[in-house]
């Protein structure tokens, strides 16, 4: 499986990287590549939280459903 980014991300890079080479701009190496991985890395940061949520709401239903059962005993129901 192959990562393409897109082509105006590596446009980006590239005036960045010029500037960068001509000391038009002091940024760090991490801004100038930014373009490179920062949509990889925000497509991740995404899936994390998408995730956590997840396990959130996984971690809630078992709980419920565990009161559900005891009640449901305590009850005779």
């Known amino acids: 499986m192959t990562l393409k980014v897109p082509c105006s991300c590596w446009v980006l890079f590239l005036i960045f990287l010029v500037l960068k080479l001509t000391s038009v701009i002091s940024w760090s190496w991490w801004l100038v ?36 059962l005891t009640l449901a005993i305590i009850f005779g129901d």
């Open 33 to 68: 590549t930014l373009p490179l991985w920062g949509p990889t890395a925000l497509l991740l940061g995404i899936a994390v939280v998408f995730f956590g949520i997840a396990i959130v709401i996984a971690v809630v239903f078992i709980i419920f459903g565990i009161i559900v």
